[in-house]
């Protein structure tokens, strides 16, 4: 181990070392002009990073050999520094600079080799290094048990979350299938009141119908002297007559009977959006929920056969007015014919 003396003598060298990390050495602008030691930067780095070190080291740990070639590296570097502190513009600056920054190397790799090698094991000696595994067992330790925690928190929170998640696709389909029925309901409701005043017609068209037949067959009366053509002219002035309120009630019946359609596909429609709620609450299993649902949507938006109105495809068995009219005419020309 060093002796007192070696120890005293280069802790006072790196002092004198050291009180350069305050100095401005690579750019003074108002006393420099534009000179600058940026090409010095590193090595007056490197000798003042090693200086702090050793300073903070417990140098009594290294040999007299050691200590002694140090402190005998140190005051060039330090004279070396002081000169570029004290340096000026006079006579030629920029070779004085450049003289500076090649001598500067040379000090700094010469110190650089001599106290590089001791610097770890006095570290070492200071505990540093123990120390600071040490601390990093411990941190990774506790990373560790943060990590398995946060693992558990996640975990715990992700099952409340998708149970939140759940919830509120559950609200948000439950509110839109209650808005829905609502809709349904109301538009077969509005549908049957509708309805109501097309049945009304449809009785008023028939009750006329009856009433025109009933009071076409006592008036007008034919005078006895009345030809075929007389008696012509009014059956076909009666017919056509009835058959204008009979068509009024038969097309009133139809639309009548398409309304009440309407009203019955959508009380069909809202009835089938309540059950389909129940049983999709009723399961947990999304492949049943899946299967509920296309179910559903074939009920409610499919055809549904209520009897009021021909299904699409069949064929229709409604009265064919022009086909009626048609035989109406042939059979009055033919009787024409005959009467001739």
């Avoid at 992700?158 to 389909?173: E, L, N, R, T």
């Avoid at 549904?304 to 068995?317: M, R, S």
Wanted: glycine fraction near 4%; proline fraction near 4%; hydrophobic fraction near 45%.
């Amino acid at each position: 181990m060093a002796t007192e003396s070696f120890v005293n003598d280069l802790n006072e060298r790196l002092r004198e070392l050291t009180a350069f990390e305050d100095a401005d050495l690579i750019r003074r602008p108002n006393e420099w002009g534009t000179i600058n030691f940026e090409s010095a930067k590193k090595d007056i780095r490197l000798v003042l990073d090693i200086a702090r070190d050793l300073s903070e080291l417990p140098l009594d740990y290294l040999t007299d050999n050691a200590a002694q070639q140090i402190t005998q590296a140190v005051p060039p570097v330090t004279d070396h520094l002081r000169s570029i502190d004290e340096f000026t513009l006079q006579g030629d600056p920029t070779g004085t600079r450049d003289s500076l920054t090649n001598g500067l190397r040379n000090v700094a790799e010469n110190l650089h080799v001599t106290a590089s090698p001791h610097i770890p094991y006095l570290a070492y000696r200071r505990g540093d290094i123990a120390d600071n595994i040490a601390k990093l067992n411990n941190a990774v330790n506790d990373t560790k048990q943060i990590l398995e925690r946060t693992e558990s928190w996640t975990a715990e929170r992700k099952s409340k979350v998708d149970g939140i998640v759940q919830a509120a696709q559950d609200a948000a389909a439950a509110v839109g299938v209650a808005t829905f029925t609502q809709e349904f309901d109301g538009e077969a409701t509005d549908l049957t009141s509708r309805s109501q005043a097309w049945l009304k017609a449809t009785a008023a068209f028939a009750a006329a119908t009856i009433l025109a037949a009933v009071l076409f067959y006592f008036w007008p009366t034919l005078p006895a002297d009345a030809d075929e053509w007389d008696i012509l002219r009014n059956i076909v002035s009666k017919a056509a007559i009835i058959a204008v309120l009979f068509t009024g009630t038969v097309w009133c019946g139809r639309i009548y009977r398409a309304l009440m359609h309407q009203a019955t596909v959508n009380r069909h429609r809202a009835l089938s959006l309540k059950r389909f709620q129940v049983f999709v609450k009723s399961t947990d299993d999304p492949f049943v929920r899946d299967a509920v649902l296309m179910a559903a949507t074939k009920t409610v938006f499919g055809n549904v056969p209520t009897g009021l109105v021909e299904q699409p495809g069949a064929e229709e068995a409604g009265v064919n007015f022009v086909e009626f009219g048609k035989t109406s005419g042939k059979i009055a020309a033919a009787t024409t014919e005959a009467a001739q």
